[in-house]
C-alpha cells in the first residue's frame, strides 16, 4: 500500500501542475510571441506596444482605486458585522452571521446587473421613482461611475472579509477587555484600542484578499465600468481580446502578466499576514469566550441597520431581477405596471436557441465538470494530509496556486494553450479551465474532512487484507461525504455562475449563462437579461439543495 501511495503523488502533481503551470508558462510565451498562429517567433513588440500605451497610465489608476476602495469597503463592512453578530448583544445575529454568506451563492454578474437596473441613469428604476416624487430633471444618481463600482464590488466581497475576520473576533480573551474596563475605558475606546489593534494581522490579512479578488473582478467592471468608460485591468484585457478586427491576445498576454505578478505578490503577502496573526494569539486556558458587549439602546437601530444591509445583499437583488423579468421595459412599480407583466421575456428566452444551448452547457459544466473536479480533489487532498513526502507539500502548492489567478488572465493563457490542439473553441476548453481555476474550492474542504480521519482506520483495513483502492472506497470515502458535498457544491456554483474565464474560451457552440446575460445587457435587454438570471440562480440553488440531501442521505445511511 505504502508503494500504491508513492506512486499516486507523482501522478497527480503532473496532472495539477499540468492545470496550473502550464497556462501560466504559455502566458509568458504567448507574451513574447507575435501573435496565436506564430507561437516561437519572439519578440518584445508585444511590452512596447502596451506599456507605452498613453491610456494605460489612467487604467492602472482606476484599477488601485477601485482594489482599494473595494477592500476599504468590504472590511470595513466586515469589522461592522463581525463585531455585532460574534461581540455584541444584537438581537436576530445568529440569523445575521448566515445572511453575511449567502451573497456567496449569488452570481456577482447578476448582483452587479440588479444595481445597473436600480441606478442607471436613463431608466434606473429608482432614479424613476426620484424623478417622479420630487420632479427633478435629471437622475439623482449614476452607478456608472467609480464609486459606483467601488460599492458593489465591495458589497459583493463583503463574505471574504467575514469569514476571515470573524473566527479572529470570536476568539479574543476576555482578560484583554477586561483590563481595559477596569481602568474606566468605554466600549468604543477599548474596541479602538485594545480590540482592533490586536486583530490588525486579520484585517490586514482580508483587506488584501479582497485586493486580489478585486483584482480578479470582472463582473462589476464589465456591467458598471464599461458602460460609463472607466476602464480596469480586466475590462482593458478583454477589450484587446474581444474588439477589433482580429484580436491581439500577444498584447493581451503582455498585460496579464502584470496582473498575474501583482495577484501573485499579494497572496505572499496574505499568507505571510495570516501567518504572523499567530503572533496575536489571545487565548489561553482561562476565560477564551470573548464577553459580549451590551449595546444597550443602540441594539435595535443598529439590528435594523444590520437587516437592510442583508435586504440589499440578499433580497434586492433577486426582487430587482424578477419584477424586471416581467416587464416589457424599465418603469416604476405602480398600477401601469402591474397591468403590463408577463411572461414575455421568459418565453423568449425559452425559445431563444443560444440562450436555450448555454444554459445545457452551463448544466453540464456545473453537474459533470463539479463531479470531475471533486474527484480530483480527492486524491490530491488525500495526498497532501495522508502521505508525508516532499512531493505533497508541492502538490499542497500547485493546488492551491490557482486561487491567485486572475480569471481573464489565466484564460488568455489557456487560449495559447489550446490554440493548437482539438480542444481550441470547444466546451471541453472549458471543463478544464474551470476545474483548474476553481480546483482550490474542492481541496480546501476535502484536506479539512481528511484530517478528522484517524489513520488507524486504514491501517485496520490493510490488517483485515483489504487493498489500497477498497480500503478507500469502503472506508475513506463514506467518512468524507460531508467534505465531498461541499466541496461539489463550492465548485457546482462556481461552474454555473464562471464569467471571467468563459469570455474569452467561449466560442459559439460554447456558450455559457453568463456570457449570454453579459450579451444580453450589452443589447439593453434587461428583460430577457433578468429572466435568463433567474433561471440560473434558480439552477444554482437546486443543485445545493440536491447535493444537500444527497449528502444527509449517505450520512443516515453510514449512521
Known amino acids: 500500500m505504502r508503494r500504491i501511495k508513492v506512486s499516486l503523488t507523482p501522478i497527480f502533481i503532473v496532472i495539477v501542475g499540468a492545470l496550473t503551470i502550464c497556462p501560466v508558462i504559455m502566458l ?8 496565436l498562429g506564430a507561437v516561437g517567433q519572439f519578440t518584445i513588440e508585444k511590452y512596447i506596444s502596451s506599456y507605452s500605451d498613453p491610456a494605460l497610465v489612467e487604467i492602472l489608476t482606476n484599477t488601485l482605486f477601485f482594489t482599494l476602495g473595494s477592500a476599504l469597503v468590504a472590511t470595513t463592512l466586515a469589522i461592522f458585522l463581525a463585531y455585532l453578530s460574534t461581540r455584541s448583544n444584537i438581537p436576530l445575529k445568529f440569523s445575521f452571521r448566515i445572511l453575511t454568506l449567502v451573497p456567496m451563492m449569488i452570481p456577482h454578474i447578476l448582483f452587479a446587473v440588479s444595481w445597473v437596473i436600480l441606478l442607471n441613469p436613463t431608466n434606473g428604476i429608482l432614479n424613476l421613482i426620484l424623478k417622479e416624487l420630487f420632479n427633478l430633471e435629471s437622475s439623482p444618481f449614476n452607478i456608472y461611475t467609480l464609486p459606483g463600482m467601488i460599492l458593489v464590488e465591495g458589497l459583493l ?9 470573524a473566527p479572529a473576533m470570536s476568539s479574543f480573551d476576555i482578560a484583554l477587555e477586561e483590563a481595559s474596563y477596569v481602568s474606566g475605558a468605554s466600549n468604543l475606546r477599548t474596541l479602538r484600542k485594545i480590540t482592533l489593534p490586536v486583530l490588525r494581522p486579520a484585517i490586514l490579512a482580508a483587506f488584501t484578499l479582497v485586493i486580489v479578488r478585486s483584482l480578479a473582478a ?20 478583454y477589450r484587446i481580446v474581444s474588439t477589433g478586427f482580429a484580436a491581439d491576445y500577444g498584447m493581451a498576454a503582455a498585460v496579464g502578466m502584470s496582473a498575474l ?3 501573485l505578490i499579494l497572496i505572499y503577502l496574505y499568507r505571510t499576514m495570516t501567518g504572523a496573526s499567530e503572533k496575536y494569539v489571545t487565548i489561553s486556558t482561562r476565560g477564551y469566550r470573548p464577553a459580549v458587549i451590551d449595546l444597550k439602546k443602540a441594539k435595535y437601530p443598529l439590528c435594523i441597520i444590520v437587516g437592510l444591509l442583508s435586504f440589499i445583499l440578499i433580497l434586492l437583488p433577486v426582487v430587482v431581477l424578477l419584477y424586471t423579468s416581467l416587464l416589457p421595459y424599465s418603469m416604476t412599480p405602480g398600477r401601469k405596471a402591474v397591468s403590463l407583466m408577463g411572461w414575455g421575456n421568459w418565453l423568449a428566452v425559452l425559445k431563444d436557441p ?18 470531475l473536479g471533486t474527484l480530483l480533489s480527492i486524491f490530491v487532498a488525500y495526498i497532501i494530509v495522508k502521505i508525508k513526502t516532499w512531493g505533497s507539500g508541492l502538490l499542497e502548492f500547485l493546488s492551491f496556486l490557482s486561487f491567485s489567478f486572475p480569471g481573464i488572465v489565466i484564460g488568455v493563457g489557456f487560449m495559447w494553450l489550446f490554440v493548437r490542439t482539438p480542444l481550441y473553441a470547444t466546451i471541453w476548453a472549458l471543463l478544464i479551465g474551470y476545474i483548474a481555476t476553481y480546483l482550490p474550492y474542492g481541496v480546501r474542504p476535502l484536506t479539512s474532512a481528511f484530517i478528522q480521519i484517524h489513520s488507524h482506520l486504514e491501517e485496520s483495513s490493510r490488517v483485515c487484507g483489504a487493498g489500497y483502492f477498497y ?15 461541499s466541496g461539489w457544491i463550492l465548485m457546482a456554483t462556481m461552474f454555473v455562475r464562471e464569467l471571467s474565464l468563459s469570455v474569452v474560451l467561449s466560442r459559439p457552440g460554447s456558450e455559457v449563462l453568463a456570457v449570454q446575460i453579459l450579451r444580453f445587457a450589452d443589447d439593453g435587454l434587461w428583460g430577457r437579461l433578468s429572466a435568463l438570471g433567474i433561471i440560473m440562480i434558480i439552477i444554482s440553488t437546486t443543485l445545493v439543495v440536491l447535493a444537500t440531501l444527497v449528502g444527509l442521505k449517505f450520512t443516515k445511511i453510514q449512521k
Not at 509568458?28 to 501573435?35: A, E, K, M, Q
Not at 466581497?157 to 475576520?165: K, R
Open 157 to 165: 466581497d463583503l463574505p471574504i472579509a467575514y469569514l476571515i475576520i
Open 28 to 35: 509568458l510565451i504567448g507574451s513574447f510571441s507575435r501573435g
Open 218 to 237: 470582472f463582473a462589476v467592471p464589465s456591467m458598471i465600468g464599461m458602460p460609463g468608460r472607466i476602464y480596469v485591468l480586466a475590462t482593458h484585457i
Open 261 to 263: 505578478v501583482t495577484s
Open 471 to 485: 480500503t478507500l472506497r469502503r472506508i475513506v470515502i463514506p467518512l468524507l461525504i460531508p467534505g465531498i458535498v
Open 354 to 371: 443560444i440562450s436555450l444551448l448555454s444554459l445545457k452547457n452551463s448544466l453540464l459544466l456545473g453537474v459533470g465538470g463539479a463531479t
